[in-house]
């Protein structure tokens, strides 16, 4: 690195002063080694970065943290399932469920009682308060969906989804084991 390099010209400093940069101030855009060295992986990793934080902020509102939607998701399409479900389903390490869950319970849209069948089952049920959310993230998710694919056409968002199922069933062929979804 050179003295030049090493240095920042910045309002109010004494020019004999060098101040140094940090490291990542200098990085390139278009030619980082992540996305010299698998682009597509890359593209997939900024744009899912990009939705969770876009997300996030939206849920933010209705008091909710990303992920906990998608557990949502899941109850308003079968509620009443039991936890060990839910960590099926959302293919998820099942510590991460029970915390998901136990916050969801504490804000109220949601409870968890034991199975009256098998006492070792938790049975997970949405709440009137968990029920009424649905519209509000139904939205939003629409919203971002929406706003991912508007400049597409018609064609080429079908032709998008089309790619990303093929990558996905080709990764989950490429592995003994299911990949989360």
Same mark, same amino acid.
């Given at each position: 690195?050179?003295?030049?390099?090493?240095t920042?010209?910045?309002? %109010?400093?004494d #020019?004999?002063?060098?101040?140094?940069?940090?490291?990542?101030?200098?990085w390139p855009?278009?030619?980082?080694?992540? #996305?010299?060295? %698998?682009?597509t992986?890359?593209a997939?990793?900024?744009?899912?970065r990009?939705h969770?934080t876009?997300?996030?902020? *939206?849920?933010?509102?209705l008091?909710l943290?990303?992920?906990?939607?998608?557990?949502l998701?899941? $109850?308003?399409?079968?509620?009443?399932?039991? &936890?060990?479900?839910?960590v #099926?389903?959302?293919?998820?390490?099942?510590?991460?469920?029970?915390?998901m869950? &136990?916050r969801?319970?504490?804000?109220g849209?949601?409870?968890?009682e034991?199975?009256? +069948?098998?006492?070792?089952?938790m049975v997970?049920? *949405?709440?009137?308060?968990?029920?009424d959310?649905q519209?509000a993230v139904t939205? $939003?998710w629409?919203?971002? +969906?929406?706003?991912?694919?508007k400049? *597409?056409?018609?064609?080429?968002?079908? #032709? @998008?989804?089309? *790619? @990303?199922?093929?990558?996905?069933t080709g990764l989950r062929?490429?592995?003994?084991e299911?990949?989360p979804?």
């Open positions: 690195m050179t003295d030049a390099d090493d920042l010209d910045r309002p %109010g400093r #020019e004999t002063t060098p101040s140094r940069t940090l490291s990542c101030e200098n855009s278009s030619t980082a080694l992540a #996305e010299r060295t %698998g682009p992986v890359h997939v990793f900024r744009l899912s990009m969770r876009i997300i996030g902020r *939206l849920l933010r509102d008091g943290a990303p992920g906990q939607e998608l557990l998701l899941q $109850l308003w399409d079968r509620d009443r399932c039991s &936890q060990s479900d839910l #099926e389903r959302l293919g998820l390490d099942p510590s991460t469920v029970t915390k869950l &136990q969801l319970e504490r804000g849209w949601l409870r968890r034991q199975s009256t +069948e098998d006492g070792r089952v997970v049920t *949405l709440t009137p308060a968990g029920r959310l519209n939205s $939003l629409s919203e971002l +969906e929406g706003e991912t694919v400049s *597409l056409s018609g064609d080429e968002q079908t #032709e @998008l989804l089309r *790619l @990303l199922r093929k990558v996905e062929a490429s592995r003994q299911s990949v979804v």
